[in-house]
C-alpha cells in the first residue's frame, strides 16, 4: 500500500513539474521567436537608418551648421555680392567636407556652386526658388537640375534684422544614390521610397520611380499601392504586408520630420520568415527533447516502482537475497550484456543437522553468515541468489572459469574455517562448490543441474568441489 500510495505522490509531483516545464518552455519558445522578430525588424531597418542618416540627415546638419556662420551672412547681404569671395569660400567648404555647396543669392539673384559655375535664377525658367522663397518652412529637400537631377537641401538665410538673403545648402548627384540603393538592395534586399506631403516619390530605390523632366511618380500609381486601396486599407502603412514581384513585403515607415518626407523601407519576408523559421524549429526542436526527457524520466519511474512492487515477492526474506526467479532473470540479463557468465554453486551441507542439534535460530545465523561471506567476494556486477534450501548461486558475469574456480575457493575457505556455536556444542561449516561457465545458449537451471549431478556424483565428503567443462559432459572433482 506505501509503495502505490509513494506512487501516486510521485506521479502527481512529476506531472506538476511536465507541466511547469512545459509551460516554461512554450513561454521561452515564444519569447524568443519575439526576439527573432524584433532582431530581424532591427536587422532590416538600422542599415536604412545608417543610409539615411548618412546621405540625407547629417549633410543637413553640416549644412545648417554652416549656414549660422558670420561669413555665409556676410557673402550673401554684401551690395553687390562679392563673387570671388562666393566661389572662394564654397570650394573651400567642399574641400573641408567632400560635398557639394551653393549659394542662392537674393540680391543678385544668381546661383553659385562650388564646382566654380553659377547661373541666374530666372523667374518662370527656375521654379524652385520662387517656390520656396514663400514656404512657411525653413529647412526644403528636393530634387531637381533635371538635366543632371540632384538631391538638393536648402537652408534659408536670413540677416540680422530678418531680411530674407536667399538659400545656403547642398546637393548630392542621384547617380550616387541609385548605386547605393542598388548595394542595399543587394546587401539587405529591401527597397526605398521617400515620399513629400503630396505622396510624390522624390527618391527610390527603384530607378524607373525616380523623377525625370515630366515630373514624379506618385505613390497612387504604383500597383501594390492600388490593391491596397481596393482592399479598403487606410494611408497609414507602417506594418502593412502588401504583394510585390510575386513576394511578400512588409512596409515600415518613418517620418523625416526635418523635410516633412515620409521613409518607406519595404522589407522583403523571405529571409526574415527562413531565420524565423529557424528559431521555431529549434524552439520546437528544444520542447520536443523536454517532453521526451521527462518520458524517459516517466518510464523509468514506472519501470522502478513496478520492480519496487515486485521486489517482495523476488528477494528472500531471512537473507535478503534474489530468489530463484530472479537469479535466472539476472542472468539471462547478463550473459546477453557480457556474452558470457561463469555460474558458481555453494551447497551448506550440514545445515539441517546445525538446525537438529543447535535449534533453527542458529541455523538462520549460519544461513545469514554465509550469504554476508558470498557478499563480500562479489564485485557490483556479480549477484547471489538462494536457489533453494541451503543452496546458493553466484553470477559472475565476464569472468572466465578459472577466475570463477579462484573466487570460489576463497568462498569455500572463509566459510569452512568458520566455528557455529551453540549450547555446548560447535560446528565447522561444511560445504560443496560447482564451478561452471556458459555462453549464449545455456540457460541457468541446465547448469545448475548439471553441477548438482556431478556434485551427487563425487560422493559425500566434508568439502567437494567440481568444476564443470564448457559443455558439462566432463568435470573435475576435488574433495
Known amino acids: 500500500m506505501n509503495i502505490f500510495r509513494t506512487l501516486h505522490s510521485s506521479l502527481l509531483l512529476l506531472f506538476v513539474v511536465v507541466v511547469i516545464a512545459i509551460v516554461t518552455l512554450a513561454h521561452f519558445t515564444v519569447g524568443r521567436i519575439v526576439a527573432e522578430q524584433s532582431r530581424a525588424q532591427q536587422k532590416s531597418i538600422s542599415p536604412a537608418i545608417h543610409l539615411v542618416v548618412d546621405n540625407i540627415i547629417r549633410p543637413l546638419h553640416i549644412a545648417q551648421t554652416l549656414a549660422q556662420s558670420t561669413e555665409i551672412r556676410q557673402i550673401m547681404a554684401a551690395e553687390p555680392v562679392d563673387e570671388e569671395a562666393a566661389f572662394a569660400r564654397l570650394r573651400q567648404m567642399q574641400e573641408d567636407f567632400g560635398m557639394y555647396f ?138 502593412l504586408l502588401i504583394r510585390k514581384d510575386n513576394q511578400d513585403y ?51 519511474l514506472l519501470f522502478y516502482f513496478r ?87 553466484l553470477t559472475l558475469p565476464g569472468q572466465s572459469l578459472s577466475e570463477a574456480k579462484a573466487v570460489a575457493e576463497q568462498i569455500r575457505f572463509s566459510l569452512t574455517i568458520t566455528q557455529v556455536h551453540g549450547l555446548d556444542r560447535q560446528f565447522q561449516l561444511q560445504t560443496t562448490v560447482a564451478v561452471s561457465h556458459s555462453t549464449h545458449g545455456r540457460t541457468l537451471p541446465a547448469i545448475i543441474t548439471d553441477a548438482e549431478k556431478h556434485l551427487g556424483q563425487a560422493g559425500p565428503k566434508a568439502f567437494r568441489q567440481v568444476i564443470l567443462c564448457e559443455d558439462a559432459r566432463t568435470a573435475e572433482t576435488t574433495d
Do not use: C
Not at 535664377?121 to 524652385?128: S, Y
Not at 527562413?274 to 529549434?282: D, K, L, N, V, Y
Open 307 to 393: 520492480r519496487s512492487s515486485r521486489r517482495p515477492m523476488m528477494i528472500d526474506p531471512l537473507l535478503n537475497l534474489d530468489t530463484r526467479d530472479e537469479a535466472i532473470n539476472q542472468f539471462n540479463r547478463l550473459v546477453e550484456l557480457h556474452g558470457q557468465a561463469a555460474v558458481v554453486l555453494v551447497n551448506i551441507v550440514n545445515v539441517k543437522e546445525i538446525n537438529t542439534l543447535l535449534g533453527h535460530n542458529t541455523g538462520d545465523y549460519a544461513l545469514r553468515f554465509s550469504a554476508k561471506v558470498f557478499r563480500e567476494h562479489l564485485t557490483n556486477e556479480d549477484f547471489v541468489s538462494r536457489w533453494r534450501g541451503e543452496s546458493f548461486v
Open 102 to 239: 551653393f549659394i542662392a543669392s537674393e540680391q543678385s539673384r544668381i546661383q553659385y556652386h562650388s564646382d566654380g559655375t553659377q547661373h541666374p535664377l530666372t523667374e518662370g525658367k527656375v521654379d524652385w526658388y520662387f517656390k520656396y522663397k514663400d514656404a512657411p518652412v525653413k529647412a526644403i529637400a528636393d530634387v531637381g537640375k533635371w538635366e543632371a537631377p540632384h538631391f538638393f537641401i536648402d537652408l534659408k538665410i536670413y540677416d540680422e534684422n530678418d531680411r530674407f538673403l536667399g538659400f545656403f545648402g547642398t546637393g548630392t548627384n542621384l547617380t550616387s544614390f541609385i548605386e547605393l540603393f542598388a548595394e542595399y538592395k543587394v546587401d539587405h534586399g529591401y527597397d526605398f521610397l521617400f515620399l513629400n506631403p503630396k505622396r510624390q516619390i522624390m527618391l527610390s530605390s527603384d530607378p524607373e520611380l525616380i523623377g525625370n523632366r515630366s515630373g514624379f511618380h506618385s505613390l497612387d500609381s504604383l500597383p501594390w499601392y492600388q490593391q491596397v486601396v481596393s482592399e479598403g486599407q487606410q494611408y497609414e502603412l507602417n506594418n
Open 250 to 300: 512588409l512596409i515600415a515607415e518613418i517620418e523625416l520630420a526635418p523635410f516633412n518626407w515620409t521613409l518607406l523601407i519595404l522589407t522583403p519576408l523571405q529571409a526574415r520568415q527562413s531565420e524565423i523559421s529557424q528559431a521555431f524549429i529549434a524552439s520546437v526542436v528544444g520542447l520536443l527533447l523536454v517532453v521526451f526527457a521527462l518520458f524517459l524520466l516517466i518510464y523509468n
